[in-house]
């Protein structure tokens, strides 16, 4: 298939999917519509429509009344409809890469890399689904008995950013299906082509319209209308802090369940005792995926005093090896910036560090790509207050920081009001246990770059979020506990 062929099959996607989960809409044409661009290149990819509040409250009540059957199944035949669901979507995983590679830029081999991982929620959540237990409590009177059922919460508002326009998703929609929600999801504006394919690839898998709905467009209208209608009963966002406290705040009018993956800001701590070789190849790994925009990606790269030389020579060396260009291109580790508000970001902190003494050791300039390439960075003599230090750079630029003990270290680490992902490289197995624990951070990387998993609980402590994904914790976020007493058992 060509790669317009991928963008065409995703934009008739949408098309259907409009008139399958929208029943009110059937012969809706947009009044406006919005351009996706390829990232780099600049080429506009599709038109798809731009939504606001009226569509969101079309697409609330086709979930709500979705929700009357879909919930009402048996887990099992939830079960089957997601394990179908994963099937299709391993069986497009070609074409899902390169659609997310044409409309968010990461190399294919990564774009293909998230379908995997992306996919292996909704069958993590296949499985999931029969395991949603109960409890019977002994009573405290003789002719009592108690019980507790789990529930689906109800109609979901799931809205996903554009840094892994698949498996943000998916992490979603995976559970709060397999608990018998039905969702409207709204993708980033940047990359609404995967969520597009994905929800189609929904619906030939059987999963009734109605119960995953796309809307896309206007976001704080959008927004606006998942928060304040009752019938939507959780909002699951993952996203910028400043979005997720707005989020949070306008939750609070109608008492939704929330769960929010916000921010980072995460130390990747190497220790004198590190085994250099893979401490460079994990900082790598956790600075430099998907070009520096995730938020889990290091964000601080603080390294002991007595190794800290060796450490810059090794790591600098191996960012030089980093190939740049567009994603599909052979052998390229690094695509291009989201878009022009990222790459003005990632130069303005680099100016600031630069100004305020930091040294760059590699890069720290526009790539000779032009478009919203930039070259990998690393800086050394970086100080904890330094933007680069304080906020998340999401780009590709290692800020290095000297710290001399285990305690400064940690510290350092700590002094932020983010608490999402945290790296640390040591062959000390006493203080793997010490840092990890005194580290106030969701997820813990040791000796290990790349962490996430959906077998693994994924999630923030502090401004960097509330809740799990991933993992049996993240079906909680889509039940309600109900508690049942059953008296007068005696009673003839
Ligand atoms: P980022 O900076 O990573 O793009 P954002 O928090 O701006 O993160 O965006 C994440 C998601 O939140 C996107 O889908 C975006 O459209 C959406 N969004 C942004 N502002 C609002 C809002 N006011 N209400 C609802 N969703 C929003």
Redesign the pocket.
């Known amino acids: 298939m060509t790669l317009s062929g991928v963008a065409r099959v995703a934009f008739v996607g949408s098309r259907r999917i409009f008139a399958s989960h929208l029943p009110s809409m059937q012969s809706y044409t947009p009044a406006f519509s919005r351009q996706v661009h390829n990232p780099a290149t600049g080429e506009v990819i599709a038109n798809v429509s731009c939504m606001g509040g009226k569509e969101t409250k079309d697409a609330i009540s086709s979930a709500f009344d979705a929700f009357n059957s879909w919930s009402k199944l048996t887990a099992a035949e939830r079960s089957k409809g997601l394990r179908k669901w994963y099937d299709l979507l391993m069986a497009h995983k070609e074409e899902l890469g390169q659609l997310i590679t044409l409309e968010q830029g990461k190399p294919l081999k990564e774009a293909v890399g998230e379908v995997d991982y992306g996919a292996k929620f909704i069958e993590f959540y296949a499985e999931e689904a029969k395991r949603v237990y109960g409890d019977i409590i002994p009573a405290t009177l003789p002719d009592r008995r108690i019980f507790v059922l789990k529930q689906p919460v109800g109609v979901a508002g799931a809205?996903?950013?554009?840094?892994f326009p698949l498996a943000m998703i998916t992490r979603k929609v995976g559970p709060a299906l397999a608990c018998g929600c039905t969702v409207v999801l709204?993708?980033?504006?940047?990359t609404p082509l995967s969520a597009l394919a994905a929800a189609e690839l929904a619906l030939q898998a059987g999963i009734p319209p109605g119960v995953v709905n796309v809307v896309m467009g206007n976001?704080?209208d959008?927004?606006?209308a998942?928060l304040t209608s009752p019938q939507v009963r959780k909002i699951t966002?993952?996203?910028?802090t400043?979005?997720?406290k707005?989020?949070m705040a306008g939750a609070a009018g109608t008492v939704k369940k929330v769960s929010l993956e916000l921010g980072g800001n995460a130390p990747c701590i190497v220790f004198d005792d590190a085994d250099l070789n893979v401490a460079v190849n994990g900082a790598l790994a956790a600075k430099f995926r998907n070009s520096g925009q995730t938020c889990v990606c290091a964000n601080r790269v603080l390294v002991q005093e007595g190794i800290y030389e060796k450490f810059a020579d090794a790591f600098s060396k191996a960012v030089k090896n980093l190939k740049v260009g567009d994603g599909f291109g052979e052998g390229v580790v690094q695509g291009p910036l989201?878009n022009k508000a990222a790459l003005e970001k990632v130069e303005t902190f680099v100016e600031d560090a630069v100004s305020k003494g930091a040294k760059v050791l590699l890069g720290g300039r526009r790539h000779s790509l032009g478009m919203t390439f930039y070259e990998p960075t690393v800086l050394s003599n970086v100080k904890s207050e330094m933007l680069v230090s304080r906020e998340e750079v999401?780009g590709p630029v290692a800020p290095l920081l000297c710290f001399k003990t285990e305690e400064e270290a940690i510290h350092m680490a700590n002094d932020t009001n983010a608490g999402l992902a945290a790296y640390i490289f040591t062959n000390n197995l006493q203080r793997t246990w010490r840092v990890s624990e005194a580290l106030e951070y969701g997820l813990v990387g040791v000796n290990e770059g790349l962490i996430s998993t959906e077998v693994a609980p994924f999630g923030g402590v502090k401004q960097s979020g509330l809740g799990r994904e991933g993992s049996k914790y993240g079906m909680d976020e889509f039940l309600e506990i109900k508690y049942v007493c059953l008296g007068d058992m005696n009673r003839k």
């Open positions: 809205i996903t950013p554009w840094n709204k993708p980033s504006e940047f976001a704080p959008i927004g606006d998942l966002f993952t996203g910028s400043a979005v997720g707005k989020l989201i999401f």
